[in-house]
Structure formats: structure tokens, C-alpha cells
């Protein structure tokens, strides 16, 4: 087959009637459970985000070849059999021997010369008969059917294919399963109280590094910048995005959670949840908390705007414009009560279109939310709250980013 003819061949596939484009696709090694054959984890070697529509019409029309495990309006998962690997080799003959020269050429063709070697191996299926290897297409940003889309949907976040907020991730947790990692493996918490015995006697229980759904970030992805830094795995989940490099996470109290990270250069010591955004250049220090938006009540997700610091300890419940600064050790929560005088009112509404001065000086937290260059502070002569236009320049140090 000519590349000529692979074109002609995916131009009639996609003028099919019944042909569906996908937001994303790929193909996955699946971890599948002992007990009940759920699948545990997907990696996917290589995501497609709105890109590489040639390469999934082949795996699209493939599909009579294999076994259907999902398929509904908005994603379709089926098993990979030795019939689909054999055509899909046919169908990609004219980039085999480019991707075997170097394998970054024609990424979903390397993963088909992967499967490949595992058909050679014996692979393919698990030693219950399952399928190892499942195709995966998302159509529709809709509430996940699967495990397999609840991955790729988790790994285009922490890629940036996707943005921060952008997808539909409720119900996620009831679809993956609580497991017991060891390395990258994930282990069935009912398979090892079942085999406590066995496993310890033989000196075969592994090593349990958590407890959790999710795996941690680096066990799915390589961080796509060289100047990313992350000093404990333990504290980036899988789902979060670490920006266009810079980034550096320090141990201690530092933890970035799913659907949540920063945009760029950032100096992470804090807590940054669920659904928050941090801005290039800001740091979040030492015990620094932003508040998420899994429990609580709150339920408007926080974004913290560029070059702000967030001090030791302090808690943050609103969103942050860019340049402001929250003193160490407060609290600035929609509720907060800060005085502002006339005098910074006025200089923070030169910055800030639309902001309103109250004679009363008092506003509360939320009035101040998005607010560009605000520092907030507890006086401690009065203990009140207090906020002002914050007139320090926030920069990272360059030789750490």
C-alpha cells in the first residue's frame, strides 16, 4: 500500500454515514483486576487530542474486528484482538519502516508495531482471558462511561491538551476503583486480604507506596519541560497540569490535586486543590492553602492571577488578580471582613475598572474577588483586617526556574 492509497482509504472511511470524529482518542495498556476484571488503570503511550483523525479512521474501522465493551453517544471502548493488529499492520505499511528508524515519527504507528511484539509475545490477552490492550474514543464531553475515557480525559489535562476546567469530570470517582499501589501497579485491596497470608509467607507482598483512585502524576506522564521540578511524587495527583515549564514543587506541605496546577513559572511550597489555577510567576508559600472545590460548599473554582504570593500558612477562599499579596499566616475568605481607606480604595480602582468605593471602607472578601494588586494583611495593632494596593514587585528567583 502507497501513502497514496492509505489517504484514499481514510477519505472513504470518513465519508462514511455512520463515521463519528472524536474530540480524542488512543490506545491503552489496561490494568485489569483479579477479582472482578475491572480495569484497575489505563496508560495510554500516546494521546490524541483533536489531531490525528487518519490514524484513528483506521482504528475506527477496525472495530468489526474486535470486541465492543462501550459504546454510547459520547465514547466507545472496544477490546484489541490479533485480527485487529494484523490489519491495522497492512493498513500502515507506508510509515512502518520510518517509525521503526525512529518511532517519534508516526506515534500511533510505533504503538501498533508495540502491539505487535506483545501478539509475538503472547500479550495481548490477560491469563483470565481479558482483553490488555483497549481502544478508546471520546465524542462528546459528557459524564465518562468508562475507565478508559476517565484516563485519557485525566492525562489531556496534565498534558494542557486540554485546559484546566474544561472537561466534565463528575462522576469520576464511582467509576475508578479504590486500589493499593505499588510502584505503578495497582493491586486489588480485596485480592490482598485474600492472599495475605500466602503472599507474606512467600515473601511476596509488595511494598504498598498509597492508597487512592488516582495514580500520582509522574506515573502516567513525563514532564514535558526540563525545568519542571517536582521534589516528591507523593504530592502532584494524576490530572494536574504544571504549565509551560518553570515549575517547581517543594516537599513538606506542597500537593497539587487533580483538575488544578499552574500556567507557567511558579514556586509551589502550598496546598493548591481542586479546580484551582495558579498564574505564571506567583509563589505559593510554605503551608499556603487555596481552597478547592470536592468539599466545603464552595463551588466556585479560585484562580490566583500572575506574579502573587501567597504567604506561610495563610488561606485563600477568592480568586486573586494579578500582582497581590496575602500576608502569612490570614485567612481571605468570601466572608472575610478588610477595611480599605479612601485613599487605597481610589488607588486600587486606578487599576481596577468597575471598582466600587464604599464610604463605609468596608468590604467583604468577595467584593475584592479578582481584584488586581491587592495586599491583604491583618493589622497587628488593631487586629483588624486590612487591605491596601500592594506596591511590591513579586518575582521568582531565575536561577531556581
Known sequence: MSVEVFKEKVAKIEAKSNYKKPLGFGIC????????NKVLQATYPVLNWDENFGSYAIFWDLRDKCEILEDSESEFVFGITEEFIIQALEDFSPFIAQTQSNPNT???????LELQRALQEG???????????????????KQCQSVESAYMKLLALSL?????????LDGIFGLLSNVAWSGNVPFELEWLRENEIALKMRGEFPAIDFVDKFPRYLMQVIPQYDNIRLLDTAKTRFGAYLGNGGYTQMPGASYVNFNAGAMGACMNEGRISSSVIVGEGSDVGGGASILGVLSGGNSDPISIGKNCLLGVNSSTGISLGDGCIVDGGIAVLAGTIFKISL????????????????????????????????????????????????NRKIELNAALH
Open 106 to 112: 508516526h506515534k500511533n504507528v510505533a504503538v501498533v
Open 343 to 390: 485613599e487605597e480604595a481610589q488607588k486600587l480602582a486606578e487599576i481596577n475598572p468597575g471598582f466600587e468605593i464604599k464610604e463605609s471602607g468596608i468590604y467583604k472578601g468577595r467584593e475584592l474577588s479578582g481584584k488586581n494588586g491587592v495586599h491583604f494583611r491583618c493589622d497587628s495593632k488593631s487586629g483588624n483586617m486590612i487591605a491596601f494596593r500592594s
Open 29 to 36: 495498556y489496561a490494568d485489569i483486576g483479579v477479582m472482578n
Open 123 to 141: 500479550r495481548i490477552y490477560t491469563d483470565s482471558g481479558d482483553f490488555r490492550y483497549r481502544f478508546c474514543a471520546i465524542y462528546q464531553d
Open 160 to 168: 494542557g491538551k486540554a485546559p484546566l476546567r474544561s472537561l466534565y
